[in-house]
């Protein structure tokens, strides 16, 4: 259910248990992995390792349907401007060409541009669901914690927090004032020309936004009102200490972002190279 | 001699951005250990004097002051709003809003936490907060899906960790339906009593507080202090109605049946009463019958067959719903809370799919219609104008539902002028619809809806948040357009309205329809009254007191009279 994407879905699971600040931190590392390496047997490998940690999860992939459609639908587009900005890429990475179809001019598809999309698309798809995990495992009241034990001041970490934390409160919101606005006779679905439904769209998010504005002044008066901000520091009653799983986890993402280093770096190259074999 | 622990010194309050100061030479001292409720209407500058207390004032919204407010002995000026919140807690209107924690065990302990105390320190006096208010069995929940009573509970538990010599409740009973705005009463009496704490309540539901004793009432008028006496007093005098507060009904009642008050006692509970006193004149109650309320025989306008919804996890929410609504009446749909009432009037809009059954709009089946379909024959106004509100000028916005529909500029100018002048907002059509207070809006957001000549209206909480003044505009507004043939449907908590107004009461609960009747019928049956958390009126408790041979007429009586009364005085609607 749209209204619902994005939240905390709770289970009893190896990754539900380990505290957030573990979590935000193996999350951080891996995506540092993923976004430093070309290497495609190192991509491949993670994104099987988290296809292995989603299972593990016990989240199903429905339950995020939504959201991953949309991250497909951008990578897609990605891909698509990738190849309209810099055909050759490719040819320049690899130093070979391959070509496979001829096209006009520099479009030509070469069988190296394919192989280094491809491997765009895979980093991708290694951080896709470990960044899905770590929103939709981490307990939103740990959020906050978690950030501000790595070293993020508190008071942004509670910003953030609560920021995620209402994303369901204004889906319901935005829900009720879309039906309100239909039954003015305000017509979203796609009989109106799209002008329309942006002009349409727009009496939605005025009213979005002067509620959102109410539901700030009265949280802020009532965060204030109980000592928010007094001290320079602040405890958290939801915070965990570490355990031994904790640890493993950490050490274990860790010594992964160390072999990617190494192995990506080894030969002066962020790239895996399977065209030299053949030349 | 008692320790003065709030004191008001020839005190005003001028908000930067108004025009007026807020509050006038006040002049007010609560002694250690009192129960205050301030009243006064929108606008009083009760809310004003509240901040003054808790330091939002002026500390959050800024402005200039004079005079002096003393706090625990100190001068509040010259401290800042976290040494002030160590001494006065305050509970919020806003009984979703205000929670910070997104579970009770987070949001009790969010003090403790900016007092940087150890976790588990913290998780030790969160439990007790918790078992002191009784709620500690539901540390894990998550706030939003906890009942009414049980987030006062939790806002309360939340205010009270830090033992606070002070306690401010702000509209405790806003937005809770009467069994639970008791229950909060009764709550917030114990916890008086208990930790000696000095209690101010901010209350125009004068009645509803009363259900517990109460040391002084407070009554505010333009930023002034009116009347500063016991409840007893207060309610012998005539200063309420000089106001326009709304008294506790039994007191009007009284009034109205001509009974000399006694200024010494008896008066603020209707269980101590000196009934014997008026035993005689509540027997010769004057009687006059309003015409032609009933109208049974009129042709049925909505028809619900046997609805049934299911939320999208297949949980079901009302089942068996069948009735018939006709054409011009004014009903109202009453239940606790979460009761599914809302949820029915999306479902008689279009907004929501029954899962089982048929709504029939005369005689014409609508129900796989679609919103805009149902938007033809019905409109729907939300609890908060807010929602609804999209265009910067109030023309604008009550000409929007007519420019989508592609009706001429010319027709739309005279149609959206016409709907300005009944509902009163003419002279304001070329304002922003940010200059006007709260009813005002809840008037705009009415003629948008009113302007697409809908044959039915469905109101959520149409007078929520509104004092006794905007009450009556409003309603005596709905009463109007009822006249003119607008079947009124509304979801209400408030049993006054209920009473006064309709002349058709539906009680949901337990997912279903648990009775259908005149609300004088309804408000008198205990079994009713009981599973729908709703509160038998003081009238009928009145009349059973003074052994009145009919209570139930008795009741009907009372509001027939009490509107001629109110309406001779009221302003009457113009039409073009």
């Known amino acids: 259910m749209a209204a619902e994407m994005l939240s905390y879905l709770d289970r009893n699971s190896p990754i539900h248990r380990l505290t957030g600040a573990t979590k935000l931190l193996c999350f951080l590392m891996w995506s540092a992995a993923a976004m430093l390496t070309y290497d495609t047997r190192i991509l491949l490998a993670m994104f099987i390792g988290s296809l292995v940690l989603f299972k593990l999860s016990r989240i199903r992939v429905q339950e995020v349907s939504f959201v991953l459609i949309l991250i497909l639908l951008f990578l897609m587009i990605n891909n698509i401007a990738i190849y309209l900005f810099s055909p050759q890429e490719g040819v320049n990475i690899y130093g070979t060409s391959h070509q496979l179809v001829h096209l006009v001019g520099r479009y030509n598809m070469t069988l190296e541009q394919l192989f280094y999309q ?29 950030l501000n034990r790595i070293g993020v001041s508190y008071r942004i970490s509670f910003a953030v927090a609560i920021a995620l934390r209402y994303i369901p409160d204004i889906q319901r919101d935005f829900q009720t004032i879309a039906q309100a606005q239909q039954a003015r006779g305000l017509d979203m679905s796609r009989k109106e020309t799209l002008g329309r439904r942006v002009k349409n769209t727009a009496s939605i998010v005025v009213p979005l936004i002067f509620s959102s504005l109410d539901r700030i002044e009265v949280i802020s008066n009532a965060m204030e009102l109980r000592g928010f901000g007094k001290n320079n520091k602040r405890t958290w009653y939801s915070a965990r200490p570490f355990s031994v799983g904790d640890f493993i986890a950490m050490a274990g993402v860790a010594v992964l972002l160390a072999v990617t280093l190494i192995v990506t770096f080894y030969d002066g190259n962020r790239f895996y190279n399977p065209f030299l074999a053949g030349v | 001699m008692k320790k003065p622990m709030i004191s008001f010194e020839n005190y005003s309050f001028h908000y930067r951005s108004q025009a007026e100061p807020t509050l006038k030479n006040i002049n007010l001292t609560i002694y250690e250990g009192e129960k205050i409720v301030i009243v006064g209407h929108s606008g009083s500058g009760k809310s004003t004097l509240a901040h003054c207390i808790n330091g939002l004032v002026p500390f959050s919204y800024k402005g200039t002051i004079s005079g002096s407010l003393k706090i625990a002995g100190k001068e509040a000026k010259d401290q800042n709003i976290f040494a002030l919140s160590a001494l006065v807690g305050t509970v919020l209107q806003d009984p979703d809003g205000q929670f910070i924690g997104l579970t009770v065990g987070e949001d009790i302990a969010f003090s403790l936490e900016n007092d940087c105390v150890e976790t588990d320190v913290m998780q030790r006096r969160t439990l007790e907060a918790a078992k002191l208010l009784d709620i500690d069995h539901r540390l894990t929940h998550r706030v939003h899906q906890l ?22 409740f702000d509209e405790p009973l806003a937005n809770l339906d009467p069994a639970a705005g008791k229950y909060a009463i009764e709550l917030i009496d114990r916890i008086h009593q ?79 009463l000196d009934i014997d006193e008026f035993k005689d004149k509540l027997n010769h109650f004057p009687n006059t019958r309003a ?79 679609t919103i805009k379909e149902f938007s033809l024959r019905v409109g729907m106004v939300m609890q908060n104008p807010n929602q609804m509100i999209s265009k910067h000028m109030i023309f604008d916005e009550v000409a929007l539902g007519l420019r989508v529909r592609g009706v001429p500029e010319a027709e739309i100018k005279q ?10 907002l003419y002279p304001f059509r070329n304002w922003p619809v940010s200059a006007l207070s709260f009813g005002q809006k809840k008037r705009v957001t009415i003629a948008a809806i009113l302007v697409l000549k809908p044959e039915v209206m469905i109101l959520d909480e149409p007078t929520a948040g ?56 309804i408000l008198t049956d205990r079994e009713v009254t009981k599973l729908a958390h709703l509160k038998e009126t003081s009238l009928y408790a009145l009349a059973v007191r003074a052994g009145l041979e009919h209570p139930r007429e008795f009741v009907q009586q009372f509001i027939d009279y009490d509107r001629e009364v109110r309406q001779h005085g009221s302003r009457n609607v113009i039409l073009s």
């Open chain 2, 466 to 521: 509104q004092d006794f003044r905007h009450y009556t505009d409003i309603m005596e507004f709905l009463l109007e357009l009822n006249r003119q043939g607008i079947t009124i449907l509304m979801i209400t908590h408030d049993m006054h309205l209920m009473l006064e107004y309709t002349s058709r009461a539906i009680v949901i609960g337990n997912g279903t329809i648990l009775a259908d009747d005149t609300p004088a019928n």
């Open chain 2, 194 to 272: 208990e930790a000696k704490t000095t209690t101010i309540i901010v209350e125009h539901r004068l009645e509803d507080v009363l259900h517990r004793k109460a040391d002084r009432i407070i009554v505010m008028n333009e930023g002034q202090i009116v009347g500063d006496m016991p409840p007893n007093e207060l309610l012998a005098s005539d200063i309420l109605a000089k106001y326009t507060l709304r008294e506790p009904l039994y007191i009007t009642a009284l009034k109205h049946a001509g009974c000399d008050l006694p200024a010494d006692g008896g008066l603020e509970h209707i269980q101590k």
């Open chain 2, 415 to 424: 149609q959206v002028n016409r709907t300005l002048k009944i509902c009163g």
């Open chain 2, 147 to 168: 009942s009414g009573g049980q987030k006062q509970r939790t806002a309360l538990a939340g205010v009270m960790i830090d033992n606070v010599p002070i306690l401010l």
């Open chain 2, 291 to 369: 015409p032609g309320k009933t109208r049974h025989d009129a042709a049925p306008i909505l028809e619900l067959r046997d609805l049934h919804f299911s939320y999208r996890n297949g949980q079901q929410l009302l089942k068996n719903i069948s009735t018939v609504i006709s054409k011009g009446e004014m009903v109202s749909i009453v239940g606790k809370n979460g009761t599914g009432k809302t949820t029915l009037a999306k479902l008689l809009c279009g907004f929501e799919n029954p899962a089982q059954g048929r709504i029939v709009y005369n005689g014409e089946d609508m129900t796989n219609n």
């Open chain 1, 118 to 146: 491809f491997n765009i698309t895979l980093k991708y798809f290694t951080v896709i669901p470990a960044a899905l995990l770590f929103i939709v495992t981490t307990n939103p009241s740990e959020f906050a914690a978690s």
